[in-house]
Nanobody, 117 residues
Framework: QVQLVESGGGLVQAGGSLRLTCAAS????????MGWYRQAPGKQREFVAS???????NNANSVKGRFTISRDNAKNTVYLQMNSLKPEDTAVYYC???????????WGQGTQVTVSS
């Protein structure tokens, strides 16, 4: 199995920055794409950004120009650099990864990001 541990969430003022980290462990020999989703209170989980093993990225329109996803394949880690944060970015952020070994997607436990106005 694959375990994901997220870190880096917290409370920040609008306009500030945070960097989220998600490290994969366990059966990590065939990891594929990695990504970030978020879920605000009372809302459905929504896509934020994704990155392939080759480094191609895709971002949600709401975060383009502000958030940057990256990964370190040697460390089996994905990052989300969040700049120019807005109160509407407040949510629990979840990372995920596709495992080629198990042909399924694994999710982290989530990390809270709160942006105050």
């Amino acid at each position: 199995q694959v375990q994901l541990v997220e870190s880096g969430g917290g409370l920040v003022q609008a306009g500030g920055s945070l960097r989220l980290t998600c490290a994969a462990s366990g059966s990590i020999s065939r990891l594929g794409g990695m990504g970030w989703y978020r879920q605000a209170p009372g809302k459905q989980r929504e896509f934020v950004a994704s990155i392939t093993i080759g480094g191609s990225t895709n971002n949600a329109n709401s975060v383009k120009g502000r958030f940057t996803i990256s990964r370190d394949n040697a460390k089996n880690t994905v990052y989300l650099q969040m700049n120019s944060l807005k109160p509407e970015d407040t949510a629990v952020y979840y990372c995920n990864v596709y495992s080629g070994t198990y042909s399924r997607t694994y999710w982290g436990q989530g990390t809270q990001v709160t942006v105050s106005s």
